[in-house]
């Protein structure tokens, strides 16, 4: 329903308003836009960032370059990846977590954790799920770019085309990013339980 709502959504003719400096036309725009750039805030916002302030941030950074905004995309589109981008930076921008140790976990969720990051398979929305908070912690280790590329494809189960259209990143790059991510990801693991084991 969201999505027919956006396809009804006259963003050319809004944005020609806006440019001409209507304050309703803005407040319309921002509007209509706000669930998209939630929902993302909400899939990559950074520990102790509030998403209010992420989503203000990203608005800002959109109205001060509307004139970048080429029309080659969709606008929505135009938008999710200065979500995106917003959140990286602001990933990049905290410190990382302190040392997450092998022991900390309960035997479950040792178990859970081993399946989804040693599997070569596509995990399972249910192990996806229930390792989702456990991985975090993992993820957090990684890149922001790396970070994003797996909890796009493993943990929200997005497609190809999906990741493409919220990044801006072809196919091909999302493969590769998956893959080495995945990589760090099973490094960072085995040394976990190698400094258990030592």
């Known amino acids: 329903m969201a999505e027919d709502a ?17 304050q309703a036309a803005a407040r319309s725009l921002v509007e209509e836009l706000y669930p998209l750039v939630s929902r993302i805030v909400r899939s990559h916002l950074p520990r102790r960032v509030s998403e209010e302030d992420l989503a203000q ?4 950074k959109m ?18 990846r200065i979500a995106v981008t917003t959140c990286i930076d602001q990933l990049r921008a905290q410190k990382r977590r302190p040392e997450f ?3 900390d976990l309960s035997e479950k969720e040792a178990e ?12 399972s929305a249910g192990d996806a799920m229930a390792a989702r908070d456990l991985v ?5 280790q990684l890149k922001p770019e790396d970070r994003l590329v797996l909890q796009l494809l493993d943990l929200e189960q997005k497609t190809l ?10 196919k091909t790059l999302i493969k590769v990013r998956a893959f080495r991510a995945r990589r760090k990801l099973q490094k960072l693991f085995s040394e976990l339980k190698e400094k258990e084991r030592g």
Do not use: K, M
């Open 6 to 22: 956006a396809e009804t959504f006259d963003f050319v003719g809004c944005l020609a308003r806006v440019r001409a400096g209507d």
């Open 57 to 60: 941030d990203i608005f800002l």
């Open 63 to 80: 109205f001060s370059r509307l004139d970048q905004y080429q029309g080659s995309v969709p606008f929505p589109h135009w938008v999710s």
């Open 101 to 103: 140790r092998w022991a």
């Open 112 to 123: 859970v954790l081993d399946n989804v990051l040693t599997s070569d398979n596509e995990v």
């Open 136 to 140: 975090s912690t993992l993820l957090d």
């Open 161 to 170: 085309v999906e990741i493409q259209q919220i990044t801006g990143w072809n």
